[in-house]
Every structure is written in structure tokens, then in C-alpha cells.
């Protein structure tokens, strides 16, 4: 259980407490959802991916074509020589119009590279779908962390504005004492570099948690209200199963970095055949359908005709300068760097499951040592305090108990919140962080 923040001394009172109206985790997030611009490309990039499927079935199916044409023609024609007079249409200008439409139609009934690339878009597609998932559980872990970013900040503003309180008492009391001649002005001075120290300290957390407010403001575009604490509810839940071979089976299977991967893999394997395709030979079956009209021509007589026609085109490629060879060989090795990046796909994967996983793991050794730490702590001070009362105890004594109690106090909250988030990674690690997780986590906060 999370040690209770009012635990040190009347000082420590002073720290963070929940805040009326405050705005929870789940909203945080449901805001970033709407609002973060990472989130909206990535949005819009899985809209474009899933068009590739339709472009890629579209090289299968017929193409039809209508084309139409109007032509005004002013013909001056003489004819000349003996079989002029002979010729039976006269000499002079002709001014006529034409005009015709037509539908073409090609269905390809042989194209291996059409075929390839239509496996490739289903590729494609299942690319974008989990570069879409890995953006969504990338949104829920960016949001945690400067969720807690700005949370650990907070708590440093208001330890150090505590810290500040409780050495600004032992200052005056030390130069009460040096006043009075019951201690050096040596304990006056050791008070006063530690009370300059600490508003020093104080500054700099209050700027660093300006600068992480001002992050978690991007995320939602808003001016973010005040945040649901971490509470005394967080409990330390070992991953389940308690077996690290399993998480990382279960990563190589179903983490969404490895699909995207696998899938860049077999593109390369099909681009490797489509462009072996270009050797081949293709088969089309061509249907045209035009008709023609001129109310006139050179002869002095319109026309009306109309053309159809069925058949089939054979094209065999048989030289292209060795660009079907050089696309073939070029193919061929990004074939090979699509397999080395899969496999270092999974190289990282695995480290990175193993990392979360141990993230989780020795997170709550170091929360329940820290806790155990703190009760230390906050007896060393208590008991430094009563021993500087009775005269066993220096002012400096007293000044460094009470940096080691709120010291532990912050490495506790820092290593409650890496918990947390090292929780999520496992999650994300094997394609399965959700809302829901998040979720469980909010429930700690209020």
C-alpha cells in the first residue's frame, strides 16, 4: 500500500492532497483522442492504407474507356490533270462537321505482375492496420507518462516547498540558539546554504512542471486542469503469467512492430515475383465499340458508320534496355533487407518485452523497499529532531534526516509511477494495451 503523504511531521502535511474537480487519467486520454495531432495523421494514414486494397483488385478488373470528338473541317480541294474532267466529285471547298464517340474495353485475362500486386495491397493494408495500433497504444502510453511526468512534478514543487518550510525553522532556531550562545554560528551557516539550496530547488521544480504541464497541453490541446493524484489504493500485482518465455512468445506472435515487419517482409517476397513477371507475357481481352458521323467530306457526301470489334492481345516483352533485369536484382535485395530488419525486429521486441517485464517486477521490489525505506526514514528524523532537543543531536544532524526523508518520499512516487508505466509496456509489448488497462490504472487515481 501507498504510505500515507502526511506521514513524515506536521511539515509533510503540506503534501499533495486530491483536488476538487480534478480531471482523471481516462479524460486525459479520451481528450488526446480527439485532439493530438500525432494521433490524427496516424489516423488519417490508415484511411489512405485501406484504399490499397481497392487499387490493387482494381488491375484485375476491366477498364473501360468512353471517348467523344467534334471536328469542323474547311476542305479546299482541286483536282487537276487529264482525269480531271473524268472525276465524278467536284473541285472546291468542302465545309462539313464530324463527330463520333466510342467505348473501349480491356479485360487482362494473364498479368503475373497484376496478381502480385494485388497480394501486396492486402499486405499493405494489414501494414497500415497495425501502423494504426501501434499509434493507438503509442497514445495511451504518451499520455500516462506525462500524465505522471506532470504528477512527479507536482509532488517535487510541493516537497521542496515543505523542505524549504521545515529548514526555514531549524534556521531560526539555529540562530536563536547562537543568540543565546547554546550553538556555533557554524550551524547557522550549515542551515542557511541548505535554506538557499533548497529555494533554489524550488525554482527549478516549479519551472519543470510549468514545462510538463505545458506537454500534456499538447496532447489535448487545452489548458490541462488540475490532475487526479496517485491515492493510497495502488496495489502491486505481479504479470500474469509469472513467466518471462511466455511474454516474449506471446510478443513474437502478436506485437504489432513484428506484424508490421512480417508483412514488409512478404511485400519484398511478391515485388521479387512481380518484377520476375516482367519477362512474361501478357493476354488481354480488347472490345471496342465506335461510331462516326460527318455531315460532309472532300467528296461532297457525309457519313454514318459504326465499328465493333472483339479480341484477344497477346504482348510478349522482349528487350526493355535490362531494366526488367536490373528491377529483378534490385528486388531481390530489398527482399534481403526486409529480413534482416524483421529479424531485428524481433531482436528488439524481445528486449523490449523483457525490459517491461522486469520493469514490472523489480518495480514492486523497489516500491515496497522504498516504502520500508521511508519508514526508516521518517523514524531517523523523528528521532534526530528529539535527539537535537536533548542535546545528543547537531542542527546538521536534523538537516540531513530531513533531506533523506523527503528524498525517499520522491524516489517512492517516481517509483510508483515507473511501475505503472512499465505495466503498460508489457501490455503494448504484445499487441494487447487498451483502454481497458488504462482504465485499471485510473482507478488508483483520485
Known sequence: MKPTKTALSVILAMSISPLAGAADLLQFYHAAQNQDAVFASARAAHDAGQEKLTQGRSLLLPNVNFNANTTYNDVNTQYTGAAAALF???????????????????QPLFREQNWAVYSESQLQVIQSEAQYRIAEQDLILRVAQTYFDVLIAQDSVQLAAAQKTAIAEQLEQAKRNFEVGTATITDTHEAQ???????????????????KRRTLQQLINAVPQDLNPLGQSLMLEQPQPVDLDKWVNEAQLHNYQV??????????????????GGHLPTVDLVANYNRSIANG????????????????????????????????????????????????????????????YLGVVNGIAQVQALQQALKSS???????????????????????????????????YQAEYNYLI?????????????????????????
Not at 465524278?88 to 480491356?106: A, D, E, W
Not at 533548497?198 to 514545462?211: D, G, R, T, W, Y
Not at 512499465?422 to 483520485?446: F, P, R
Open 88 to 106: 465524278p466529285f467536284p473541285s472546291g471547298t468542302q465545309r462539313f462537321n464530324s463527330h463520333g464517340y466510342g467505348v473501349s474495353l480491356v
Open 378 to 412: 521518517e523514524s531517523m528524523l523523528e528521532a534526530s529532531k528529539l535527539g537535537h532537543e536533548v542535546g545528543v543531536r547537531t542542527n546538521i544532524d536534523v538537516l540531513n534526516a530531513q533531506q533523506q526523508a523527503y528524498s525517499t518520499r520522491r524516489d517512492l
Open 259 to 276: 506484424v508490421m515487419a512480417q508483412a514488409s517482409a512478404e511485400i519484398a517476397e511478391k515485388e521479387v515475383d512481380r518484377n520476375r
Open 297 to 356: 467530306s472532300v467528296y461532297g457526301i457525309g457519313t454514318d458508320s459504326t465499328a465493333t470489334s472483339v479480341g484477344v492481345q497477346l504482348n510478349v516483352p522482349l528487350f526493355q534496355g535490362g531494366a526488367v533485369q536490373s528491377k529483378w536484382r534490385e528486388a531481390e535485395a530489398n527482399r534481403e533487407r526486409a529480413r534482416q530488419e524483421l529479424e531485428n525486429t524481433r531482436r528488439n521486441v524481445e528486449l523490449q518485452t523483457r525490459q517491461a
Open 422 to 446: 512499465s505495466q503498460l509496456s508489457l501490455q503494448a509489448a504484445v499487441g494487447g494495451l487498451s483502454e481497458d488497462d488504462l482504465s485499471k490504472i485510473n482507478q488508483a487515481l483520485h
Open 193 to 211: 546554504a541548505r535554506y538557499d539550496l533548497i529555494v533554489a530547488q524550488e525554482i527549478s521544480a516549479q519551472s519543470n512542471l510549468e514545462v
